[in-house]
């Protein structure tokens, strides 16, 4: 097993370490661009990709232990409910495919229920995230084998090196929220051709609920969400020569009901000026950068998006108190 995660962990070896730094560089290009982009535009925004760069990433990890944020404990428990129905209903599954490596717990859970499960293929732009993700799993699940696949999974094409066998697709989280209705049905596309007929894909999304529940989820009282928002801020200046006073700017989490989302922003508290790479951006006060969206469907409302990119509902679950819901689909 240590030899499947192996190219991952090796970053001594100097032509990894080389391509490492190239993906670093062209990663860092891709933020400049988007960023000197989105900005010279109205409305301004940032594509929520960036939000996850190391401390980022760290800070999400410290938002899904929130008591206002119900998603992460909510699928996590579901899982543990209905692991063995999903087992079932994915049949033989021995492949299983996740798009985006996210908590190893959750991923575990799923683990346990698949009993002929011999492969686990994650997929993630972050391969230090990736690699600590495979060797958890490859320790905590004797005999399974680990391919783990550097990459966006919104655009990844084949599945390289992975063997053959009934595949199992996992996309938890409510990730795919982050994306709009045209583009999930996309994402959706693509999965199906990534993972072929007669695979199943089990999909975590978040449902449309009161907003007493809904906006503190996306503005705790510690202001940890807040702190992660404002990091998009601090990474420009980090990495591209930016500087954004991160106390003159302020996180708004807003409902459009009509989008069925929460939209997030980072508000100009004062009328200011910010340099980025040498250009400059004027901000009047009130003036906000859109930073995320993240949609919430009713079941069936995801079941028509996920029958318009060619996949079949199955079977959707949800936990007692309407918060979550977990959808797994199949491809005929
Ligand atoms: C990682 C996209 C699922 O939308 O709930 C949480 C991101 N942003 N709080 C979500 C997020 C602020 C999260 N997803």
Same mark, same amino acid.
């Given at each position: 097993?240590?030899?499947?995660?192996?190219?991952?962990?090796?970053?001594?070896?100097?032509?990894?370490?080389?391509?490492?730094?190239?993906?670093?560089?062209?990663?860092?290009?891709?933020?400049?661009?988007? /960023?000197?982009?989105?900005?010279?535009?109205?409305?301004?925004?940032?594509?929520?990709?960036?939000?996850?760069?190391?401390?980022?990433?760290?800070?999400?990890?410290?938002?899904?232990?929130?008591?206002?944020?119900?998603?992460?404990?909510?699928?996590?428990?579901? %899982?543990?409910?209905?692991?063995?129905?999903?087992?079932? %209903?994915?049949?033989?599954?021995?492949?299983? /495919?996740?798009?985006?490596?996210?908590?190893?717990?959750?991923?575990?859970?799923?683990?346990?229920?698949?009993?002929?499960?011999?492969?686990?293929?994650?997929?993630?732009?972050?391969?230090?995230?990736?690699?600590?993700?495979?060797?958890?799993?490859?320790?905590?699940?004797?005999?399974?084998? /680990?391919?783990?696949?550097?990459?966006?999974?919104?655009?990844?094409?084949?599945?390289?090196?992975?063997?053959?066998?009934?595949?199992?697709?996992?996309?938890?989280?409510?990730?795919?929220?982050?994306?709009?209705?045209?583009?999930?049905?996309?994402?959706?596309?693509?999965?199906?051709?990534?993972?072929?007929?007669?695979?199943?894909?089990?999909?975590?999304?978040?449902?449309?609920?009161?907003?007493?529940?809904?906006?503190?989820?996306?503005?705790?009282?510690?202001?940890?969400?807040?702190?992660?928002?404002?990091?998009?801020?601090?990474? /420009?200046?980090?990495?591209?020569?930016?500087?954004?006073?991160?106390?003159?700017?302020?996180?708004?989490?807003?409902?459009?009901?009509?989008?069925?989302?929460?939209?997030?922003?980072?508000?100009?508290?004062?009328?200011?000026?910010?340099?980025?790479?040498?250009?400059?951006?004027?901000?009047?006060?009130?003036?906000?950068?859109?930073?995320?969206?993240?949609?919430?469907?009713?079941?069936?409302?995801?079941?028509?998006?996920?029958?318009?990119?060619?996949?079949?509902?199955?079977?959707?679950?949800?936990?007692?108190?309407?918060?979550?819901?977990?959808?797994?689909?199949?491809?005929?």
């Amino acid at each position: 097993m240590a030899s499947d995660i192996s190219s991952l962990l090796a970053e001594d070896r100097p032509s990894a370490s080389a391509a490492k730094a190239a993906r670093r560089e062209a990663e860092i290009a891709a933020f400049a661009e988007a /960023v000197l982009d989105g900005l010279a535009r109205r409305p301004r925004s940032i594509p929520s990709r960036f939000l996850y760069d190391a401390v980022g990433s760290t800070l999400f990890e410290e938002i899904t232990k929130l008591k206002e944020y119900y998603p992460t404990r909510t699928e996590t428990k579901m %899982l543990e409910t209905f692991g063995a129905e999903i087992a079932e %209903l994915a049949g033989d599954a021995d492949i299983l /495919v996740e798009f985006g490596s996210g908590s190893s717990r959750k991923t575990s859970l799923l683990i346990d229920a698949l009993d002929a499960l011999h492969t686990y293929v994650p997929i993630d732009v972050s391969e230090s995230f990736l690699a600590e993700a495979a060797k958890r799993l490859a320790a905590q699940h004797a005999g399974l084998t /680990v391919k783990p696949l550097v990459g966006d999974f919104t655009r990844t094409r084949t599945l390289i090196g992975t063997p053959r066998g009934e595949k199992l697709g996992f996309f938890s989280g409510s990730t795919i929220g982050n994306l709009t209705h045209e583009e999930a049905k996309a994402f959706l596309e693509n999965a199906a051709q990534l993972l072929g007929r007669g695979s199943t894909f089990l999909i975590g999304v978040d449902l449309k609920k009161s907003l007493d529940i809904l906006i503190p989820a996306y503005d705790d009282a510690d202001g940890v969400t807040a702190a992660f928002s404002l990091n998009l801020l601090a990474r /420009v200046n980090r990495e591209l020569d930016g500087d954004f006073d991160t106390t003159k700017f302020a996180h708004v989490a807003l409902y459009n009901a009509d989008k069925g989302r929460i939209e997030i922003y980072l508000e100009s508290l004062t009328d200011q000026k910010v340099n980025v790479l040498g250009r400059g951006f004027t901000f009047s006060k009130g003036e906000r950068i859109h930073t995320e969206n993240s949609h919430k469907y009713a079941v069936p409302e995801f079941q028509d998006l996920a029958s318009a990119a060619g996949w079949r509902p199955v079977e959707a679950w949800t936990d007692n108190d309407q918060l979550f819901s977990l959808h797994l689909l199949r491809l005929d």
